[in-house]
T-cell receptor, first 117, second 112 residues
Framework: GAVVSQHPSRVICKSGTSVKIECRSL??????MFWYRQFPKKSLMLMAT?????????EQGVEKDKFLINHASLTLSTLTVTSAHPEDSSFYIC?????????????FGEGSWLTVV | GDSVTQMEGPVTLSEEAFLTINCTYT??????LFWYVQYPGEGLQLLLK?????DKGSNKGFEATYRKETTSFHLEKGSVQVSDSAVYFC???????????FGTGTRLLVSP
């Protein structure tokens, strides 16, 4: 079964509104989670590293104020797309790892399809 | 930084054909190498991995060998099925880090 779960799997929102996507580690604690974005027919691009209890680390070119990341607990990270626009429509996916106990295996969530209309 | 180069797709094959998807990487140190698969409408699933040179990862009939001398990790399958139609991503991860660097993905289309 899934060890990393995302919610919602699909969301449609109106332009200008904000939408929150959750990423949960189900059977383990994750001090670090990663958020990726996949453009149509393109690869997954790392957006940011979510750090429990501290600020996220964003990749170059990713707007911090637009993509708010909160890692409030060891099992939950959230990505909030603020003031969404149609160009933010994409597939967002998170990953986490239990660390050395799992051989550093990385698990991905099911992904979240965001459509901004 | 680390990078991965994959062959452009789509790759179109008939059922039972032999599959090769090329992947080369650049990375410092001793990275681990991965192949992930994304079926239509789904998230990523780990297909196979190799953690050191000359290791062969295998799963569901797919194989890939970690070739340090050529910095390659080509994915192969002897006989593809229609159900193998998906996007395949090659990825590299450096030791001690959880960050994955992905290739652009290769779409495989298998027809009956």
């Amino acid at each position: 079964g899934a060890v990393v779960s995302q919610h919602p799997s699909r969301v449609i929102c109106k332009s200008g509104t904000s939408v929150k996507i959750e990423c949960r580690s189900l059977d383990f604690q994750a001090t670090t989670m990663f958020w990726y974005r996949q453009f149509p027919k393109k690869s997954l691009m790392l957006m940011a590293t979510s750090n429990e209890g501290s600020k996220a680390t964003y990749e170059q070119g990713v707007e911090k104020d637009k993509f708010l990341i909160n890692h409030a607990s060891l099992t939950l990270s959230t990505l909030t797309v603020t003031s969404a626009h149609p160009e933010d429509s994409s597939f967002y996916i998170c990953s986490a790892s239990p660390g050395q106990i799992s051989g550093n295996t990385i698990y991905f969530g099911e992904g979240s399809w965001l459509t901004v209309v | 930084g680390d990078s991965v180069t994959q062959m452009e797709g789509p790759v179109t094959l008939s059922e039972e054909a032999f599959l090769t998807i090329n992947c080369t990487y650049t990375a410092t140190g001793y990275p681990s190498l991965f192949w992930y698969v994304q079926y239509p409408g789904e998230g990523l699933q780990l297909l196979l991995k190799a953690t050191k040179a000359d290791d062969k990862g295998s799963n569901k009939g797919f194989e890939a060998t970690y070739r340090k001398e050529t910095t390659s990790f080509h994915l192969e399958k002897g006989s593809v099925q229609v159900s193998d139609s998906a996007v395949y991503f090659c990825a590299v991860k450096n030791t001690g880090f959880q960050k994955l660097v992905f290739g652009t993905g290769t779409r495989l289309l298998v027809s009956p």
